[in-house]
């Protein structure tokens, strides 16, 4: 069955940063999209960052460009959120997320798995 599972989140002070990583298994991770969506609290669940199955082409919501950066590493079957400059907003619950659409979708919906969540906390 499909797994993905994060890693890396914690407390951090603003400023600081973090590594995100999403460990799959049980899908053909070099051929699929991926993405990391953030849930923070009495908030919608909302795109961050996405990438596509060649790494070819990212995505970023405004609010992270230029701050986080996400890649992948095919051969280990690995995603990952490099998050810089962090402020006190980026608190949230991160997930990864995998699509089998061919382009970079913002939208939860088009997602087909979602991996359990790590809290991120950044204080001010």
């Known amino acids: 069955q499909v797994q993905l599972v994060e890693s890396g989140g914690g407390l951090v002070q603003a400023g600081g940063s973090l590594r995100l990583s999403c460990a799959a298994s049980?899908?053909?991770?070099?051929?699929?999209?991926m993405s990391w969506f953030r849930r923070a609290p009495g908030k919608e669940r909302e795109f961050v960052a996405g990438?596509?199955?060649?790494?070819?082409?990212?995505d970023y919501a405004d609010s992270v460009k230029g701050r986080f950066t996400i890649f992948r590493d095919n051969a280990k079957n690995t995603l990952y959120l490099q998050m810089n400059s962090l402020k006190p907003e980026d608190t949230a619950v991160y997930y990864c997320?995998?699509?089998?659409?061919?382009?970079?979708?913002?939208?939860?919906?088009?997602?087909?798995?979602w991996g359990q969540g790590t809290q991120v906390t950044v204080s001010s």
């Open positions: 049980g899908l053909p991770f070099s051929n699929t999209g």
């Open positions: 990438i596509k199955w060649n790494a070819r082409r990212m």
């Open positions: 997320a995998a699509t089998s659409d061919s382009s970079i979708t913002t939208s939860p919906s088009n997602y087909e798995y």
